[in-house]
């Protein structure tokens, strides 16, 4: 077995054309956009580059068969205990010995780089996306979202590896009961004349971007890796998501129009993605929009719930829940909500989406292995 630096096109090809290979009779797999793996690695569109380095490899076998691949990587701005290097995009045969090949050659590539440890399998990016081993919940995952085999658990704990922390996902049946406790509080809620609710529309952009900044800072800045939003930043994650922005699903809470509440969610991209095998050239582009207009997405997910910190336990959620789920219920044929994942370390985001009467529906996986094999292992910190 031999280790290939990619660095043809034909190389890419392969990167991204072995996980459909692997997976082509699971029927759960959704094959991601190859723009959006290939962003990740393009030095110009990425911006981890300016501090860190990042290489991938395909893995033959002796008959030049690629039986796995994996990227590997280092970044100042990812701060751990030790100096901790990460793997991502690792796919691989069911087979143990190959695996560990895979796995022993990221340890070496980052041993040599003065690495003390390894996270994965993680991104060269930000956690939004291609983060973490699937572990549980074997469904089609959300857009973004990593999918892989279930037999890659054994591989990476056979191997050393061990749990840093769980991510896990909520989900909930849009028309499954709202407890009585919400609507309870939006009865009383409703009766402060002061309060209102609004569902963002697109017309009005920039101030819902502008109202989302400042919620988002005063609610979630404080939490341990919380960062500050500008305007500037919001308002061009708001201008990307504008083409499937749905009027009818987030919303959010006033108090004499100062906004105190958030409720950010969108369509499930995958449902429609999953019919256009990675690809989005001006074909598939025209496709997209036809199945937008044509094809019925009955999955929504859920980005954002928050409270500034003066409205807690005040029942603003409960208020912007049922306002918000009374409507879409009647104006959307979105069936299921589920939202993306929130880590083991932070109860407090974890009691919000319980809040929100969901249940567990997946699980993946944060790995460590230390290369100091003799060193005590510690999980992430609790926010």
């Given at each position: 077995m031999?280790?290939?630096?990619?660095v043809s096109?034909?190389?890419?090809q392969?990167?991204?054309?072995f996980?459909?290979?692997?997976?082509?009779?699971?029927?759960?797999?959704?094959?991601p956009l190859?723009?959006?793996?290939?962003q990740?690695?393009?030095?110009?569109?990425?911006?981890?580059?300016?501090?860190?380095?990042?290489?991938?490899?395909?893995?033959?076998?002796?008959?030049?068969?690629?039986?796995?691949?994996?990227?590997?990587?280092?970044?100042?701005?990812?701060?751990?205990?030790?100096?901790?290097?990460?793997?991502?995009?690792?796919?691989?045969?069911?087979?143990?010995?190959?695996?560990d090949?895979?796995?022993?050659?990221?340890?070496s590539?980052?041993?040599q780089?003065?690495?003390?440890a390894m996270?994965?399998?993680?991104?060269?990016g930000?956690?939004?996306?291609?983060w973490?081993?699937?572990?549980?919940?074997?469904?089609?995952?959300?857009?973004?979202?990593?999918?892989?085999p279930?037999?890659?658990?054994?591989?990476f704990?056979?191997?050393g590896?061990?749990?840093?922390?769980?991510?896990?996902?909520?989900?909930?049946?849009?028309h499954?009961?709202?407890?009585?406790?919400?609507?309870?509080?939006?009865?009383?809620?409703?009766?402060?004349?002061?309060?209102?609710?609004?569902r963002?529309?697109?017309k009005?952009?920039k101030?819902f971007?502008?109202?989302?900044?400042?919620?988002?800072?005063k609610?979630?800045?404080?939490?341990g890796?919380?960062?500050?939003?500008?305007?500037?930043?919001?308002?061009?994650?708001?201008?990307?998501?504008?083409?499937?922005?749905?009027?009818?699903?987030?919303?959010?809470?006033?108090?004499?129009?100062?906004?105190?509440?958030?409720?950010?969610?969108?369509?499930?991209?995958?449902?429609?993605?999953?019919?256009?095998?990675?690809?989005f050239?001006?074909?598939?582009?025209?496709?997209?929009?036809?199945?937008?207009t044509?094809?019925?997405?009955?999955?929504?997910?859920?980005?954002?719930?928050?409270?500034?910190?003066?409205w807690?336990?005040k029942?603003?959620?409960?208020?912007?829940?049922?306002?918000?789920?009374?409507?879409?219920?009647?104006?959307?044929?979105?069936?299921?909500?589920?939202?993306?994942?929130?880590?083991?370390f932070?109860?407090?985001?974890?009691?919000?989406?319980?809040?929100?009467?969901?249940?567990?529906?997946?699980?993946?996986?944060?790995?460590?292995?230390l290369?100091?094999?003799?060193?005590?292992f510690?999980?992430?910190?609790?926010?």
């Open positions: 031999k280790a290939i630096k990619i096109h034909n190389h890419i392969e990167f991204l054309d996980p459909g290979r692997l997976l082509m009779n699971d029927p759960n797999y959704i094959r190859d723009q959006d793996i290939e990740v690695f393009d030095e110009k569109k990425n911006k981890f580059f300016r501090s860190g380095e990042c290489e991938r490899y395909l893995f033959v076998n002796d008959i030049g068969e690629t039986v796995g691949k994996i990227a590997v990587f280092i970044s100042k701005k990812y701060k751990q205990s030790q100096p901790t290097g990460g793997i991502g995009f690792f796919d691989c045969i069911n087979d143990q010995k190959t695996a090949f895979i796995l022993n050659f990221a340890k590539e980052l041993q780089k003065g690495m003390e996270d994965g399998p993680i991104s060269f930000e956690r939004d996306k291609f973490g081993l699937l572990i549980d919940g074997f469904s089609e995952p959300l857009y973004g979202m990593n999918y892989n279930s037999y890659y658990k054994t591989l704990e056979n191997y590896f061990q749990i840093y922390f769980n991510q896990l996902c909520f989900g909930r049946k849009i499954d009961p709202v407890a009585e406790n919400f609507l309870q509080m939006h009865a009383r809620i409703s009766k402060n004349k002061n309060i209102s609710a609004k963002m529309k697109v009005n952009l101030k971007a502008e109202d989302f900044t400042e919620v988002y800072n609610a979630w800045a404080s939490h890796e919380g960062k500050q939003l500008s305007n500037f930043q919001t308002l061009k994650l708001f201008t990307t998501l504008k083409p499937v922005i749905n009027e009818h699903i987030s919303w959010f809470v006033y108090e004499n129009e100062k906004p105190i509440a958030v409720w950010m969610n969108i369509p499930d991209l995958n449902q429609w993605f999953k019919y256009l095998n990675g690809k050239s001006l074909w598939q582009k025209l496709k997209f929009l036809f199945l937008k044509f094809k019925t997405n009955k999955k929504m997910v859920g980005l954002v719930f928050g409270v500034v910190p003066e807690h336990r029942g603003i959620d409960g208020y912007m829940i049922w306002e918000g789920t009374r409507h879409f219920r009647k104006t959307t044929s979105f069936e299921d909500y589920e939202m993306q994942w929130i880590g083991d932070n109860p407090k985001m974890i009691k919000i989406a319980e809040n929100l009467e969901t249940e567990v529906t997946r699980k993946l996986a944060t790995y460590r292995f290369f100091d094999r003799a060193k005590e510690e999980r992430h910190k609790i926010l």
